[in-house]
Nanobody, 123 residues
Framework: QVQLVESGGGLVQAGGSLRLSCAAS????????MGWFRQAPGKEREFVAT????????YGADSVKGRFTISRDNAKNTVYLQMNSLEPEDTAVYYC????????????????WGQGTQVTVSS
């Protein structure tokens, strides 16, 4: 069982930056691939970025490539999402998730989810 708690969301102007954190409970954090997803009002949850268990492999959605960076610190049981050059279209609730296998963009591959943190980008 893994519990995930996101933090770092807030209100920012377009062009600004935020860094999201996701702290995981337990001593098995390094066994999980981690992902970030987001959901805007009236839209389906969409993939943002994922990182392998070791942190050596990362993959991001086309919409955030070059702007968002996912990373992890297994010693701190934490995964991060650095978001730069934010746009109003990035406004959403951001969720982190833990999966037992390969880092993938599919929500169905993730077993544990956090409660989410709101990111609002004003124009």
């Amino acid at each position: 069982q893994v519990q995930l708690v996101e933090s770092g969301g807030g209100l920012v102007q377009a062009g600004g930056s935020l860094r999201l954190s996701c702290a995981a409970s337990g001593r098995t954090f390094s066994r999980y691939a981690m992902g970030w997803f987001r959901q805007a009002p009236g839209k389906e949850r969409e993939f943002v970025a994922t990182i392998s268990r070791s942190g050596l492999r990362t993959y991001g959605a086309d919409s955030v490539k070059g702007r968002f960076t996912i990373s992890r610190d297994n010693a701190k049981n934490t995964v991060y999402l650095q978001m730069n050059s934010l746009e109003p279209e990035d406004t959403a609730v951001y969720y982190c998730a833990a999966g037992g296998g390969i880092a993938t963009p599919h929500p169905r591959d993730y077993d544990y989810w956090g409660q989410g943190t709101q990111v609002t980008v004003s124009s």
